[in-house]
C-alpha cells in the first residue's frame, strides 16, 4: 500500500472513530436532564493550509454529531465551531485537532 493510500486509510479510520464517539455523547446529552447542557463556540487555530485541507477538517467537524463548523477566519487561520455540549473547551480544540486534524496534514497539508 502505498504512503499515501495509508495516509487516506489513517484519516478514514480515524474520523469513523471520532463519529462513533462523537454519536454517544450526543445520545448522552440528548438524553441528559434539561439544562445540563453547555453549548459553546470554539476558536480552533489551523496548522493546515490548504484550501482543500481546511475544507476537509471542516466538513470532518460538521459530520461529527454535536458539532458544526461555522466558519473560517479571513486569513484562514481560525475554524470557527459550535459545540453542542462542552465543559473544556481547551480539551475540546485539543480533541479535535488530535484526533481529526492531525490526519488530514498527513494527506492535505
Known amino acids: 500500500m502505498s504512503r499515501l493510500a495509508l495516509g487516506w486509510a489513517t484519516v478514514t479510520a480515524a474520523f469513523?472513530?471520532?463519529l462513533g464517539?462523537?454519536?454517544?455523547a450526543?445520545?448522552?446529552?440528548?438524553?441528559a436532564p434539561p439544562g445540563r447542557?453547555?453549548?459553546?463556540?470554539?476558536a480552533v487555530p489551523l496548522?493546515?493550509?490548504s484550501p482543500a485541507g481546511i475544507t476537509l477538517f471542516a466538513d470532518m467537524v460538521t459530520l461529527?454529531?454535536?458539532t458544526t463548523s461555522l466558519d473560517v477566519s479571513a486569513d484562514c487561520r481560525t475554524l470557527y465551531?459550535?459545540?453542542?455540549d462542552v465543559t473544556d473547551p481547551a480539551a475540546a480544540v485539543a480533541d479535535m485537532k488530535q484526533a481529526l486534524e492531525r490526519r488530514v496534514q498527513e494527506v492535505l497539508p
Open 64 to 66: 461529527t454529531p454535536g
Open 37 to 42: 447542557l453547555r453549548p459553546a463556540i470554539l
Open 16 to 18: 469513523v472513530v471520532e
Open 21 to 24: 464517539k462523537a454519536t454517544l
Open 26 to 31: 450526543t445520545v448522552r446529552a440528548a438524553l
Open 81 to 84: 465551531v459550535h459545540c453542542l
Open 47 to 49: 496548522d493546515v493550509r
